[in-house]
């Protein structure tokens, strides 16, 4: 038996609404510094239509490094505003939509 989305009413495995939802974020990658100047790298603008704890674990995997969702943010263990992008516009979010914090 397939399940029905409740946002668009399609079958579940034709729903479209989280591709829809990464097109219409606004999201902001920027550095912070911590105690013993550590860096983390903070990802800011995610809505709550998007599956954020699948986004965290790919970033994680991705980079090898620790961290943490919450809050509607992604804060990850060292400097990866270079790289946060590519591996962004790889999990389908638009490439103009994603801000890098000097």
Do not use: W
């Given at each position: 038996?397939?399940?029905?989305c409740n946002q668009c009413g399609l079958p579940t495995d034709l729903c479209v609404c989280e591709t829809i939802a990464r097109e219409q974020q606004k999201i902001?990658?920027?550095?912070?510094?911590?105690?013993?100047?550590?860096?983390?790298?903070?990802?800011?603008?995610?809505?709550?239509?998007?599956?954020?704890?699948?986004?965290?674990?790919?970033?994680?995997?991705?980079?090898?490094?620790?961290?943490?969702?919450?809050?509607?943010?992604?804060?990850?263990?060292?400097?990866?505003?270079?790289?946060?992008?590519?591996?962004?516009?790889?999990?389908?979010?638009?490439?103009?939509?994603?801000?890098?914090?000097?």
């Amino acid at each position: 038996m397939v399940g029905v989305c409740n946002q668009c009413g399609l079958p579940t495995d034709l729903c479209v609404c989280e591709t829809i939802a990464r097109e219409q974020q606004k999201i902001t990658v920027g550095i912070e510094k911590r105690k013993f100047g550590k860096k983390y790298t903070i990802i800011k603008g995610f809505k709550n239509e998007v599956n954020i704890d699948e986004i965290f674990r790919k970033l994680k995997s991705k980079f090898a490094c620790g961290g943490t969702a919450k809050n509607g943010q992604i804060e990850l263990q060292g400097d990866h505003k270079a790289r946060t992008r590519a591996v962004l516009v790889d999990l389908g979010f638009p490439g103009e939509t994603i801000e890098i914090q000097h």
